[in-house]
């Protein structure tokens, strides 16, 4: 990105930030001393900014946690802004200390943006004595690591390493290789953290504290890869170098640091006694040394105590740990009663806040409270829930996703046995509750985002321009770094972009609804608006326990649980559809076993009406099968167009999850236009031509609209589609992210990758796509198939039909005619295409190869049961005319000829 955008970039961040800071920071509890008063006035008088500034952070300096709000009122009560370089050089100063006195305190949101003032206002006029790298740059590249956002983090700690490096320092290139292993440790990514480490250990020195630092990161890597006896020994060299230097501030916190993680090994490794001694060490040198600050780092310490003492079977004291913990976090609650949980209002995005919840959960359902246990699971939920609206990258959403996702089956797996325990169905209402928090969560974050910010905004709005530009510049980098050479300097690029967009997005959250917390109350009001004949089948995948809620409108009507020793659905799909028909062809018998195993593990007891439809809700594997192709009988059948498939017994369609399915069901969509895309094969792709003209042909003849075939079908006239397009058809090669890590759709120039739809804002109600494996993708926790059809969902789609695995091009021509044949006579695409298949079969019913579910079973839909309407091709007058001119002398020419012939044969007498 040019230095020119960064640059407006940093002047709108930095001045949003300021007014926003103000705005929140709540006055000073305590009164000014008078003699305080009289000095500040008397500077205020002299004009003299720059002391007035450094007078106010000296008084903070002796109580920050009560004096805080006073720190962040400076920019309000000065009486002007900077005009000298020292005058600038304090503001900047006052900015970072309100970063780090907001960080002690435990406010990480309000210290982040603090931080990120400081550093957009450095960044638009360079300081050359602002110490940018310690008094911003590591501890803000710290905070995104706290926050979970390691995206972010890593991105400032390589901007650090640069100028460490331009400076030749030793000591800041150590201490930020430091930090960027803690981050990559932080992302699971434990090569790349032991890389960083090893190139730390290298440039400090070995008689320094920060040597000792860098040990004790070393032994917390060794001990996420379980070599528990080499983290031990490492963790006591770090303990032993770190208690040479107690007399430096720095060293008493990161001594600390190796005390927690020494406590953490003794942990694992059931030395308990020795884990608890360790810990509560770290906890006493903090409160000795940190009386009024590093509250997250405390709070964190009583989870870790927490923990250790549910190990050892001591719930009730594990307990109080626990609730320490919250309310060293949240001073404004100070419950004695360690059982209750706190309101949602008081919950904020801190991970160690949601940790403390979860542990209060565990314990309680040890102690036998689960409706408590429950309540505290729950509220753990609302607690990340808003931790990952603070996220920017979609990368970091997941991951806090799946590292949730053995809490989410514990509570689910708690609220099951309870209900079954007590036949309580408030246990169902909170089973459902929190499959609805951990299902689709970030997709619908997508689509709430891209469908709000067109309106958000008046168009000529400076934010939004600098915006939109910054998504294509990220779009055209990412483009770029598929084929660049010098891979380092396009990523540079696209990292600052991606920055730079994450900053201006925080000021675009403020124009944009801020959505409640999902609760029992919204879960019922949407149960109750779903269609009268609509059943919903959540399909709940656990590592040993799957389940199936069935919900209609007039609630939650039973919860079934899946047989765990279902064939391996991965496996299954593997060998039977993956890769191509052969073995269905030939082991016929084999596959109709397999499959009819799989549908009693799943559905043993479920009862189909074919007066009803059914929204599945897949979950985990699940949302790899083709649920039309499942087998309901055991008795196997010569006749493959007699087998007893789903599809006979039901109307299926799909949703990524309850919530979601009613926001695309409840929105309006475009007018109804139509727009294809056809494309037999890319401009100089090495692949095989499709029959796409058969296709093209045929819906022409059926359908009118704005028709793109092989040349015309490019990249850009994909990008100007216009937001009034109702339906989108695509007919093209595709590759899914399951076979490769840029998933995209075939256009004639080039690729349109998955990452295009990243910032694309177009609500279609309907997007059928006649590509291979467009439903398939690498699974995301919670979240479905990373496939291209969950890309154009996120975008705003409406419904979307797209397949699971390579489908036969013959076949897809003729189902997808079909299909459009049945869409304007149908109640909604989910029929449509439902009868579509049986029409197909039945034309194929002689062709027994054609009767097998490779062929016609990978087509699926997912979304909205609305109407559709589709604009058909009508002849106009001229040729009504010209129909008629013709028709006129040959009506007269037969008329003639046949009274010629009645005359011939009666002549007269």
Avoid at 461 to 473: E, G, I, R, V, Y
Wanted: hydrophobic share 40%.
């Amino acid at each position: 990105m040019d230095r020119c955008l960064h640059k407006v970039v940093c002047y709108i961040f930095f001045y949003t930030l300021i007014a926003a800071g103000v705005a929140q920071a709540s006055p000073d509890s305590t009164s000014l001393p008078p003699h305080l008063v009289k000095k500040l006035n008397n500077l205020r008088q002299k004009d003299d900014l720059e002391y007035w500034i450094y007078e106010r952070m000296m008084y903070v300096e002796k109580d920050p946690p009560a004096r805080i709000g006073f720190l962040m009122h400076s920019q309000q009560e000065a009486w002007r802004t900077y005009k000298t370089y020292y005058e600038r050089l304090a503001w900047f100063d006052l900015l970072s200390v309100q970063g780090y006195y907001q960080l002690q305190t435990g406010n990480i949101i309000a210290s982040i943006n603090a931080y990120e003032a400081a550093l957009a206002f450095y960044e638009s006029y360079p300081l050359p004595d602002a110490n940018i790298i310690e008094t911003v740059l590591k501890p803000l590249g710290n905070n995104y690591t706290r926050l979970s956002d390691y995206n972010t983090a890593l991105f400032i700690h390589h901007k650090t390493m640069a100028l460490a490096r331009k400076v030749n320092n030793n000591n800041l290139i150590a201490s930020t290789y430091s930090n960027m292993a803690i981050c990559a440790h932080s992302q699971d990514d434990l090569p790349a953290a032991t890389t960083y480490c090893q190139e730390g250990l290298r440039f400090a020195s070995p008689q320094t504290a920060l040597y000792g630092l860098l040990l004790s990161t070393r032994a917390n890597i060794l001990l996420a890869q379980q070599r528990y006896d080499s983290a031990e020994i490492i963790c006591r060299l770090a303990l032993k170098k770190l208690q040479q230097h107690q007399q430096e501030a720095p060293a008493l916190y990161w001594h600390a640091g190796a005390l927690q993680t020494a406590a953490s090994i003794a942990m694992q490794m059931q030395h308990y006694s020795q884990a608890m001694t360790y810990a509560k060490q770290a906890a006493q040198l903090l409160q000795d040394h940190f009386p009024l600050t590093r509250q997250r780092e405390k709070a964190k310490l009583q989870v870790l105590l927490g923990d250790i003492t549910l190990k050892t079977g001591n719930s009730k004291q594990a307990l109080r740990y626990y609730h320490q913990a919250l309310q060293i976090l949240l001073p404004g609650w100070q419950q004695a009663n360690d059982k209750l949980v706190p309101e949602t209002a008081q919950l904020y995005s801190e991970n160690t806040l949601a940790d403390a919840l979860f542990g209060k959960a565990s314990a309680l359902a040890q102690l036998h409270q689960p409706q408590q246990a429950l309540q505290h699971y729950i509220s753990g939920f609302w607690a990340t829930g808003k931790l990952r609206k603070e996220l920017f990258y979609t990368e970091s959403k997941l991951k806090e996703i799946t590292d949730n996702r053995l809490r989410v089956e514990a509570a689910i797996k708690l609220a099951y046995n309870q209900w079954k325990t007590t036949n309580n169905r408030q246990y169902l209402q909170q089973l459902l509750l929190i499959t609805e928090l951990s299902r689709a969560q970030v997709l619908m974050d997508e689509r709430q985002s891209r469908l709000a910010m067109p309106g958000a905004l008046p168009a000529n709005d400076s934010l939004l321009k600098q915006t939109k530009h910054l998504q294509q510049a990220i779009v055209y980098y990412q483009h770029e770094l598929l084929q660049a050479k010098d891979k380092k300097y396009v990523t540079n690029l696209l990292q600052q972009a991606v920055y730079d967009l994450s900053l201006l997005n925080k000021n675009m959250q403020q124009h944009s609804i801020n959505n409640p917390a999902l609760t029992e109350q919204t879960l019922n009001n949407i149960i109750q608006h779903l269609p009268a004949r609509v059943t919903v089948l959540e399909l709940i995948a656990g590592a040993d326990s799957s389940f199936i809620l069935e919900l209609t409108s007039k609630g939650i009507q039973s919860i079934q649980v899946i047989d765990s020793a279902h064939p391996n659905i991965p496996a299954f799909i593997h060998h039977w559809f993956t890769n191509g028909p052969t073995a269905m062809m030939n082991q016929p018998q084999d596959f109709y076993n397999d499959c009819y195993k799989l549908y009693h593990a799943v559905f043993k007891n479920q009862t189909w009406n074919k007066d009803r439809r059914y929204i599945l809700v897949p979950d985990g594997a699940f949302n790899y099968l083709p649920f039309d192709a499942l087998l309901t009988n055991a008795a196997y059948q010569n006749d493959f167009s007699q087998w007893p498939y789903l599809y006979k017994q039901a109307t299926l369609s799909q949703a990524y999850s309850l919530v979601t399915w009613f926001q695309q069901q409840t929105t309006q969509y475009p007018s109804t236009t139509f727009t294809g895309f056809f494309v037999s094969k890319g401009k100089n792709a090495q692949q095989v031509a499709l029959d796409i003209e058969a296709e093209h042909e045929a819906l022409s003849k059926k359908i009118t609209g704005q028709y793109y075939t092989n040349t015309a079908a490019t990249w850009n006239a994909f990008n100007t589609i216009s937001d009034s397009t109702g339906i989108l058809h695509i007919s093209t090669h595709a590759v899914s992210s399951a076979s490769d890590s840029f998933p995209y759709l075939q256009l004639y120039d080039k690729p349109f990758y998955l990452f295009d739809l990243r910032y694309k804002h177009f609500s279609p109600a309907l997007i059928v796509l006649s590509a291979c494996k467009t439903a398939d993708g690498a699974p995301l926790a919670g979240e479905g198939l990373n496939s291209i059809s969950r890309g154009f969902t996120a975008a705003g789609a409406g419904g979307v039909i797209s397949s699971l695995w390579n489908v036969n091009d013959k076949t897809a021509i003729a189902l997808m005619q079909c299909f459009y044949e049945q869409l304007p006579q149908q109640a909604d695409p989910a029929i449509a295409l439902h009868t579509a298949k049986q029409q197909w079969l039945l034309e194929e019913k002689e062709n027994a190869t054609m009767q097998l579910p490779y062929y016609w079973a990978g087509f699926i839909y997912s979304g909205h049961l609305q109407k559709i309407s589709v604009p058909a091709v009508r002849a106009n007058k001229r040729q009504y005319w010209f129909a008629l001119l013709l028709f006129i002398p040959c009506a007269w020419y037969f008329a003639l000829r046949r009274r010629k012939k009645h005359s011939e044969s009666h002549p007269a007498k």
